[in-house]
């Protein structure tokens, strides 16, 4: 008989407890930043100590995208037990769609004074604007854009590993090596996507100017309500009774195969869900850092989110998002300050995450509130209760 395994994984959420305290927490905590930040920028004049700059609700709402792309990760690693090393492709993806769209608005205000073709097309001496431009200077068509191209990547990426039962670092593998593809494809000029420069330059997102506060504060309370928004659908989804199959999946997928689930469905289903949210991420993204090149595939890229879920706490989504907020905010102030010791810094992160944090941040906070409730409010001087009871015995 084999050993049983115990997994350090969360239990799957029930129905009637969608949201636990620390979700509601965290909840109240996105929504009230997603407000606060774009009051603070708009309202109090720049001598107030108080007031946030343009600079800061940009680094902010890059954070916030982050932490999408995080939840993303965790809903197929945290709950289906899929590590992906390729979600940089989707985000990316999502980024091209709308830096394309912003590229499409710029017309004769660019550089060459060209309606239709973009600078860099000029520049190399493209006569007509691709196929797949078309339609890109319409917003609607964009957004389904920014839904259609990561998730149909996913739907036939995903399509084939899981009916051919690709898993574990195979499958990790082979994502791994879409993103490097789709970094070597993107690299390429005769692409039609900018080259190695790729898309920058934007002048206005649905006729407002890129560059003014108010934009700036709307893009990022559109980013706040997205994470919050995607939050909500991933919570709901594991808390359903597809949710309590996934987790069967991810701990047990011989077995719950058995049972006669069809795996495969499942895992395609969550896979193409959590691309399209990671889609999103990288749409809210582009236009509020002002670029989008082929570097955001490069695999290290992948890795680095994976570890944003490993630190914050995988299996919890809110976990992944703080794990992405922790990161990215000692890689601005190292990169900063001391910016030849962060790769240094990344790995030996992702190693002591992996050999004491198993759970990450938010599991080790849990287990000191454990034990603080167990041991910490008891009185030194009162004995224990079977102590009590056997000095009464006669």
């Known amino acids: 008989m084999s050993p049983r395994r115990f997994s350090v994984l969360p ?54 995208c982050y932490a999408l792309l995080a939840v993303s990760v965790d809903l197929i690693w945290g709950y289906c037990g899929i590590l992906s090393l390729g979600h940089g492709a989707f985000f990316a993806l999502g980024g091209y769609a ?142 359903s009774k597809l949710g309590r199959v996934l987790v ?32 999103i991420a990288g749409a809210l993204y582009v236009p509020q850092v002002g670029i989008i090149n082929p570097s955001e595939f490069s695999p290290a890229n992948s890795i680095e989110i994976v570890i944003w879920v490993a630190l914050g706490g995988r299996g919890t989504l809110y976990g992944a998002a703080i794990g992405a907020l922790l990161v990215n905010f000692a890689k601005s102030w190292l990169t900063a300050t001391i910016p030849e010791v962060w790769l240094f810094a990344l790995g030996a992160l992702f190693v002591v995450v992996t050999l004491f944090l198993p759970q990450g941040v938010v599991g080790a906070v849990a287990q000191a509130r454990g034990l603080w409730g167990r041991y910490g409010r008891r009185s030194p001087s009162s004995p224990p209760a079977r102590a009590s009871e056997a000095e009464g015995r006669p």
């Open 11 to 64: 239990a799957p959420l029930s129905g009637d407890r969608l949201l636990d305290r620390p979700a509601w927490i965290f909840l109240i905590a996105v929504l009230a930043v997603s407000i606060v930040v774009p009051c603070l920028s708009l309202l109090l004049p720049p001598g107030s100590p108080f007031h946030l700059s343009a600079y800061f609700v940009t680094l902010l709402g890059k954070y916030l």
């Open 98 to 239: 709308m830096g394309m769209y912003l590229m499409r608005q710029i017309g004769t205000r660019g550089v060459y004074a060209d309606p239709i073709l973009p600078d860099f097309m000029v520049f190399l001496n493209w006569k007509e604007l691709p196929w797949y431009w078309h339609g890109f200077d319409s917003f609607p068509f964009a957004m389904v854009m920014v839904l259609l191209a990561p998730g149909l990547l996913a739907l036939v990426f995903g399509w084939f590993a899981f009916r051919s039962r690709v898993t574990g670092v195979y499958l990790s593998i082979i994502t791994q090596a879409m993103t490097f593809a789709l970094l070597l494809a993107f690299f390429r000029n005769d692409m039609g996507f900018g080259g190695n420069n790729g898309l920058t330059d934007f002048k206005d997102i649905l006729g407002f100017p890129l560059q003014t506060p108010e934009t700036r504060a709307t893009i990022f309370l559109a980013t706040g309500l997205a994470l919050a928004g995607g939050f909500l659908l991933c919570r709901w989804l594991v808390a």
């Open 248 to 279: 069967g999946i991810r701990d047990a997928e011989s077995r719950t195969r058995f049972l006669g689930y069809r795996v495969e469905h499942y895992k395609l289903f969550v896979f193409v869900l959590s691309a399209v949210l990671a889609g």
